[in-house]
Nanobody, 124 residues
C-alpha cells in the first residue's frame, strides 16, 4: 500500500516555473515506477512523465519534453516534477501515481495508487 500527497502547485505567469513534490508513505516506495498525470477541466487525465524505481530512466509526453523534468529521492520517499517554460495550456490538476509495472505505461488504468492532486494555473 502506498499513499501519495502532492504539493507545490499554484498560480504562475507564462514562461515561469514550478516544482511539484509528491511525498509517499510506505517502506516499498523505491520499488515503484512513479508517474505524473494532469487533468484539465472537461478533459481526460493524461500522462505527463514517469520515472523508474531507481531513477535511472525517465519517460515524457511529447508536449513536455525539454520543459519538464521528473526526478526522485528514494531516501526521502519523494518524487518531483520540475516544470519550466510553463504555458497556459499546462493549466490542470496534476496527480502523482505509482505502480509496479513498466516505465512506458501511459495509461491511467495501469497505475494503482494516486494522490489527491495539486492545481497548476498558468496565466498568459
Amino acid at each position: 500500500q502506498v499513499q501519495l500527497v502532492e504539493s507545490g502547485g499554484g498560480l504562475v505567469q507564462a514562461g515561469g516555473s514550478l516544482r511539484l513534490s509528491c511525498a509517499a508513505s510506505g517502506r516499498t516506495f523505491s520499488s515503484y515506477t512513479m508517474g505524473w498525470f494532469c487533468q484539465a477541466p472537461g478533459k481526460e487525465r493524461e500522462f505527463v512523465a514517469a520515472i523508474s524505481w531507481s531513477g535511472g530512466n525517465t519517460y515524457y509526453a511529447d508536449s513536455v519534453k525539454g520543459r519538464f523534468t521528473i526526478s526522485r529521492d528514494n531516501a526521502k520517499n519523494t518524487v518531483y516534477l520540475q516544470m519550466n517554460s510553463l504555458k497556459p495550456e499546462d493549466t490542470a490538476v496534476y496527480y502523482c501515481a505509482a505502480h509496479l509495472g513498466r516505465l512506458r505505461s501511459r495509461s491511467v488504468r495501469e497505475y494503482d495508487y494516486w494522490g489527491q492532486g495539486t492545481q497548476v494555473t498558468v496565466s498568459s
